[in-house]
């Protein structure tokens, strides 16, 4: 099956500085990759919506110039926090989408997570 | 009236009973309807998408009714192993891949 993986599967940080998260898709070509967040016992909310080779669709309520996302390749991803601050401890996730004419076309995959902690 | 809304539990039942979970959605022009699984501090996992006719996976069972908006998941027989939060999940439309998320309904089977 698709498999997404995301680096690093956990990350603690001083507030202010910077995370970069990664997402790739490891054996699929992923058009278009979302990145998630989700805090304790909430749902995942998507953050913003990337396609490759074009600016991120960030959702209403997320700072675009706080999580930058480039998603420069049909395989990576990436997100990065910037000046993080302890509200912005969370569950990152990411998910892609197989090109359309691939297996299945409604399917997201999600890589693993990443737990970022800000002290 | 929250998009997708799903009883959060927890349910807790014994090894080898029978669990039901609904969902409803409040976006009458969604088209995909899927159920997913997560483990604790995991990421979502696909168990099974949803579909008008109803779909069968082994001891899991999806229903969809569009006319109430509805979605359910039945587990026979459980296991230990199906302990975890279900997600339903819910495609807006037609050409669109964002996915919009339950809070999920704790499960956990007791032996």
């Known amino acids: 099956g698709a498999v997404v993986s995301q680096h690093p599967s956990r990350v603690i940080c001083k507030s202010g500085t910077s995370v970069k998260i990664e997402c790739r898709s490891l054996?699929?070509?992923?058009?278009?990759m979302f990145w998630y967040r989700q805090f304790p016992k909430q749902s995942l909310m998507l953050m913003a919506t990337s396609n490759e080779g074009s600016k991120a669709t960030y959702e209403q309520g997320v700072e675009k110039d706080k999580f930058l996302i480039n998603h420069a390749s049909l395989t990576l991803s990436t997100l990065t926090v910037t000046s993080a601050h302890p509200e912005d401890s969370s569950f990152y996730i990411c998910?892609?989408?197989?090109?359309?004419?691939?297996?299945?076309?409604?399917?997201?995959?999600f890589g693993p997570g990443t737990r970022l902690t800000v002290l | 009236r929250k998009e997708v809304e799903q009883d959060p539990g927890p349910f807790n039942v014994p090894e080898g009973a029978t669990v039901a979970f609904n969902c409803t959605y409040s976006?009458?022009?969604?088209?995909?309807f899927f159920w997913y699984r997560q483990d604790c501090r995991k990421e979502p996992k696909l168990l099974m998408s949803v579909y008008s006719s109803g779909n069968e996976d082994g001891r899991f069972t999806a229903q969809l009714n569009r006319a109430s908006q509805y979605i359910s998941l039945l587990i026979r027989d459980s296991k230990l192993s199906d302990s975890a939060t279900y997600l339903c999940v819910v495609l807006p439309g037609a050409g669109s891949y964002q996915l919009t998320f339950g809070k999920g309904t704790k499960l956990s089977v007791i032996p």
């Open positions: 998910s892609a989408s197989i090109l359309a004419g691939g297996p299945s076309t409604d399917t997201q995959y």
């Open positions: 054996d699929f070509q992923a058009t278009t």
């Open positions: 976006n009458s022009a969604s088209q995909s």
